[in-house]
């Protein structure tokens, strides 16, 4: 690699800089507050490395606009912000960090469920307001329901661990089972349309990906038991927000718990959303989730599922050690094909 490589660190935390001081020693960086993209693109100079997050965007029009950078690490495991395709047409590497938070998901992931099962949300609004009455706060045990796992990777069996442990019967839906795992950890592997209509509640733990849009659309989720609990804690656009929102208005969906909902990065950045070319979309994702937020049995958390001291931590050291691995000419945790 020709000249000094140099790293560009987008959507950074101050904390973040003496730990990359004690593990790239020997590596230039500057720490940028914000998301990479068209706007922020010129930060990036000669760099030859860029790490980004969640709410970068890395499209064509940014990847033609950093014609240095050789490797692009990601901190997260999902990768559906960077165009990869391009990315290998360009000759840049990508890297993500392929696990961090099993438990630090899942245990968000049931806080989430608890939260909904026993009313907490609507609980705690009322007693802020001095109001200590009972009445429309009657929850329900989950010991002896069924938790529907969709996806069983990682994350999804730490889930399942959970759920056993609350003495729930767990069923799962995976496109590569492990029997073995199954019988060890007591649940069982059936089909994705048996999780949805079997259980009382839905968890889902699937990357995005093409096929996996709107995994839960209106069709799926009127295959759900009457009054299941749907919980998301993985991408926002596996659930059509606006089938989700009949099927809560209807009550043949009993409550739904969501870290993350479609068009997610809008309402992070509402006044950026007026000028991309999907307006129109973007606003009925924007308007569906704040008519969703009022609901008495919906939750939002902002996209935390993932966020504690030990998972920013271990994602931090993933990176700097898939730099290191880069820069060494072995490069580790490669998710595309350079061309």
Not at 138 to 167: P, Q, S, Y
Not at 300 to 310: G, L, R
Request: net charge negative.
């Amino acid at each position: 690699m020709a000249g000094q490589p140099t790293l560009v660190m987008y959507e950074a935390e101050p904390w973040q800089e003496g730990r990359l001081c004690k593990a790239l020693p020997e590596l230039p960086f500057r720490q940028v507050d914000g998301p990479l993209s068209e706007a922020t693109v010129d930060q990036v100079g000669e760099a030859s490395v860029v790490s980004v997050f969640i709410r970068s965007r890395v499209t064509r029009a940014v990847i033609e606009r950093m014609p240095s950078v050789r490797l692009i690490a990601t901190r997260s495991t999902g990768f559906d912000h960077i165009d990869l395709a391009t990315c290998g047409e360009s000759g840049i590497t990508v890297c993500n960090v392929p696990s961090y938070g099993e438990n630090t998901v899942a245990e968000h992931t049931f806080s989430l469920i608890l939260a909904l099962s026993r009313r907490l949300a609507v609980a705690m609004r009322r007693t802020a307001y001095g109001d200590f009455s009972l009445s429309g706060l009657m929850g329900f045990d989950l010991r002896d329901k069924t938790l529907g796992v969709v996806g069983a990777g990682n994350i999804g069996l730490h889930v399942v661990r959970i759920g056993r442990a609350f003495g729930m019967e767990v069923l799962a839906y995976d496109a590569r089972p492990h029997p073995l795992l199954a019988e060890v950890l007591g649940f069982h592997y059936v089909t994705l349309d048996e999780v949805l209509s079997r259980s009382d509640v839905i968890s889902l733990h699937v990357p995005y990906r093409p096929e996996t849009h709107h995994l839960l659309d209106r069709e799926r989720l009127k295959m759900l038991k009457p009054g299941a609990l749907v919980v998301n804690t993985a991408r926002g656009a596996l659930v059509d927000t606006v089938a989700l929102l009949e099927a809560l208005e209807t009550g043949h969906v009993g409550g739904a718990a969501l870290d993350v909902i479609e068009g997610e990065e809008q309402l992070m950045e509402e006044p950026q959303m007026f000028h991309l070319p999907e307006t129109e979309e973007q606003l009925r994702q924007l308007l569906t989730g704040h008519v969703l937020a009022k609901h008495d049995n919906v939750i939002f958390t902002p996209h935390m599922a993932w966020y504690s001291k030990e998972a920013l931590e271990r994602i931090l050291d993933t990176t700097c050690s898939n730099i290191q691995a880069f820069l060494a000419g072995a490069p580790e945790n490669v998710i595309n094909a350079r061309s």
